[in-house]
């Protein structure tokens, strides 16, 4: 079975502008999370969508959104970007009731 | 946000040496995780634990669900060089989808 897939895996954008990023859960896994890694802060949860809607979202200002699809398949969008939001933007995918979260290898954003 | 408190930050060890290291909690989880990352790479899940008081082993590693539910330890047995990485522990309850991520331990292994 494949794993979580992003896409892309590096970007490079200026201030100002926004991106979207994509995820691909597992098969068969219809709840994705995201979360952000940076050096100074680590690993903190952006938001969580189950069956296209979102279920849980962390304390991320509102340029943060996401949404998810039909098919499970999610993306996010950062708006207006900060040099602050160069990261590694890792997904997660989880099967419904099952506590285990499968990671994808991330999408490292730089912003000049 | 917040972050759980592992220890320690940094290890540097010679291969064949066991590794211990710790996550505390100032609040209750009922699930644990164990996650190995490596640089470039998304976390990889190596242990979970779902119960307080639970040990569980995977190959050389070894995690247990403190007693209190407000931590954690995970344990490396004759480190080989692929351990090296960062190692995260996770906390999460059920109902609620967010992992809170500990700090990160950095395993190095010397020559």
């Known amino acids: 079975k494949a794993g979580v897939t992003q896409t892309p895996r590096y970007l490079i954008k200026t201030r100002g502008q926004q991106v979207t990023l994509s995820c691909s859960p597992i098969?068969?896994?219809?709840?994705v999370s995201w979360y952000q890694q940076t050096p100074g802060q680590g690993l903190q949860f952006l938001f969580e969508?189950?069956?296209?809607?979102?279920?849980n979202k962390g304390n991320f200002p509102g340029r943060f959104s996401g949404r998810q699809f039909s098919n499970s398949r999610s993306e996010m969008n950062v708006s207006t970007l900060e040099l602050g939001d160069s990261a590694l933007y890792l997904c997660?995918?989880?099967?419904?009731?099952?506590?285990?979260?499968?990671f994808g290898p991330g999408t490292r954003l730089l912003v000049l | 946000g917040q972050q759980l408190n592992q220890s320690p930050q940094s290890m540097f060890i010679q291969e064949g040496e066991d590794v211990s290291m710790n996550c505390t909690s100032s609040?209750?989880?009922?699930?644990w995780l164990w996650y190995k990352q490596d640089p470039g790479e998304g976390p990889v899940l190596l242990i979970a634990?779902?119960?307080?008081?639970e040990l569980t082993s995977n190959g050389r590693l070894t995690a247990q669900f403190g007693i209190t539910r407000k931590d954690s330890f995970l344990n490396i047995s004759a480190s080989i060089p692929s351990d090296v990485g960062i190692y995260f522990c996770?906390?999460?309850?059920?109902?609620?989808?967010?992992?809170?991520f500990g700090t990160g331990t950095r395993l190095t292994i010397i020559p």
């Open positions: 997660a995918s989880r099967l419904e009731g099952g506590e285990t979260q499968y």
């Open positions: 098969s068969g896994h219809r709840s």
């Open positions: 969508y189950f069956s296209e809607t979102q279920r």
């Open positions: 609040s209750i989880f009922n699930t």
């Open positions: 634990l779902y119960k307080a008081g």
């Open positions: 996770a906390g999460s309850n059920f109902g609620n989808e967010k992992l809170t």
